[in-house]
């Protein structure tokens, strides 16, 4: 990027302070549109002569170097150490939520370690399978019960084809979570737990060939189709499965306009637990499907499912499920206001339009990637924008598995 001099410089014009580190002035990012005749003034007092400049990023071009008049520095010492002080006191904050969506990581790994172990087991040993899904049931319900808000997370995952137990994980926290914005009461909720656990439990008899076959012939199809069967007869042998597990895992294909399988039931007639386990699996589906090449964003995915699809659903839980996840749901690339582009990896049931932002800057390790929480600052989201619109080093520094998985965190 070309460089500018500090006196030439007005609000609009993008900067680039690569040149300090991040910690070496007191602005939150190192690459940002200027906002305000004070941020220039701060430029200054850091002895700062000039700065790299962006046009293409830029609202404002910088002043004529004729009609640029040198001032003063007006910005005290005290002041500057104030912000800096601020900052690092913010940079600890940061750190904390670094360390916070790591926990979640490791937590959605172990249970869904214990998922796979769960599903593999369940035809030998279907009883003590079936005595450890309700025990991971009971740890995520429990979460859930006691918090008045809760924050999803975008889970970052190294494995690129996590197989079913990644994808029964997705559908059980979802599930869960739009469980609890349909204030369900505990049992329910269980109910609803082991249900998207166990919901395509009956895939294991489907040929791989056919489940990844999304133009399957009417006979591979109808063989896909029985899959919904197949896994009622492997929880036959669970001697006190509820109910209102059976029937998730028998209606989760069932749709609300009668045109799902493998009764065509509609409206009412479903289950209200399987039109819930629907919603969360039909999202995941979407997001994160046999072939990668298919994948919505999570942003698609809500569009596809609220505008293309509401057909298919309860119409009050969609709306419930659009609300819970978020307006901009972990995983959606943003272009913020400054110009910045970033990753959502966490929203907050009790503030949608401003979730917490990973954020792109290639002068940052991916590791150390700054955390912005946009109810800390002056920035906003713009728009949401398709990775593939964006240069693949971007892509690859925000979101570099190719999945989308989630977990939610009580009590934020």
């Excluded at 500018?4 to 014009?13: K, M, S, T």
């Excluded at 209102?244 to 007639?269: Q, S, T, Y």
């Excluded at 659903?313 to 419930?320: A, F, G, N, S, T």
């Amino acid at each position: 990027m070309p460089k500018i001099a500090i006196d030439r410089l007005q609000p609009g014009v993008f900067i680039s302070l690569g040149e300090l580190s991040w910690l070496e002035h007191p602005f939150l990012l190192n690459r940002f549109r200027l906002a305000s005749d004070e941020q220039i003034r701060v430029l200054r007092s850091l002895g700062l002569a000039s700065v790299e400049w962006d046009p293409e990023r830029s609202t404002a071009q910088p002043l004529p170097a004729a009609s640029a008049v040198e001032a003063e520095i007006d910005f005290s010492a005290q002041a500057l150490d104030a912000m800096l002080d601020m900052k690092r006191s913010r940079s600890e904050r940061v750190r904390a939520q670094r360390e916070g969506l790591a926990r979640c990581e490791r937590l959605f790994e172990q249970e869904a370690s214990g998922v796979s172990e769960i599903l593999r087991d369940l035809g030998s040993r279907p009883n003590e399978a079936y005595g450890r899904a309700r025990s991971a049931v009971d740890r995520l319900v429990g979460g859930l019960l006691p918090a008045e808000s809760l924050a999803v997370h975008l889970v970052n995952m190294k494995v690129r084809e996590p197989g079913a137990a990644h994808h029964a994980m997705n559908v059980t926290v979802l599930s869960l979570l739009l469980g609890k914005a349909a204030r369900l009461g505990e049992d329910e909720l269980r109910s609803i737990g082991l249900g998207a656990i166990f919901h395509d439990i009956g895939k294991q008899d489907v040929p791989p060939r056919i489940l990844r076959n999304p133009q399957r012939p009417p006979a591979e199809e109808q063989f896909y189709q029985a899959h919904v069967g197949y896994g009622i007869k492997q929880i036959a042998a669970i001697a006190d499965l509820p109910l209102a597990v059976k029937n998730i895992i028998a209606c989760h294909h069932e749709r609300w306009d009668g045109e799902g399988f493998p009764n065509r039931l509609a409206a009412g007639r479903i289950p209200k637990l399987a039109r819930v386990v629907a919603i969360a699996n039909r999202y995941d589906n979407l997001c994160n499907p046999l072939d990668p090449k298919l994948a919505k964003t999570p942003a698609e995915a809500l569009t596809v499912m609220f505008k293309l699809e509401q057909s298919r659903y309860d119409p009050e839980l969609i709306q419930l499920f659009v609300k819970a996840i978020g307006i901009y749901p972990p995983g959606s690339f943003v272009a913020l206001s400054d110009g910045s582009v970033g990753l959502v990896v966490e929203s907050n049931s009790g503030d949608l339009l401003h979730p917490l932002i990973m954020l792109h800057d290639p002068g940052i390790p991916r590791q150390e990637a700054l955390l912005l929480d946009l109810r800390e600052t002056g920035s906003s989201i713009e728009t949401v924008v398709n990775p593939a619109k964006l240069p693949p080093d971007v892509v690859e520094y925000l979101a570099p598995r190719g999945r989308i998985d989630y977990y939610v965190d009580a009590g934020r």
